[in-house]
């Protein structure tokens, strides 16, 4: 099995700054993308940023210039980091990695992290 767990949630100011941090472990043969996602309340969950093995990024259009994701492959984590946040930018915020591993060994499968809360104030 494979687990993913995020850290780095919070309560901060518009304008203001946080760092999210997501590890994958168990049984990795390898991760291929690994994404931040969040969902505000009422609203479908949006991909936020992703970034794939060989650190190509792919932002969403109301983050670019603001957040900044990376990874460190040797730990197999992913980092995501929030600038300049905005009121618009509260929601809980999930990491997906899409992996390789043991269970299947050849498919490639998703997995999700229970979520941490970002909340902005106005």
Known sequence: QVQVVES?????????????????????????????YRQAPGKQRELVA????????????????????????????????MNSLKPEDTGVYYCNARVRDYTTIVNLNDYWGQGTQVTVSS
């Open 8 to 36: 780095g949630g919070g309560l901060v100011q518009a304008g203001g700054s946080l760092r999210l941090s997501c590890a994958a472990s168990g049984s990795i043969i390898s991760i291929n993308a690994m994404s931040w």
């Open 50 to 81: 992703a970034i794939s093995s060989g650190g190509s990024t792919n932002y969403a259009n109301s983050v670019k210039g603001r957040f900044a994701i990376s990874r460190d492959n040797a730990k197999n984590t992913v980092y995501l980091q």
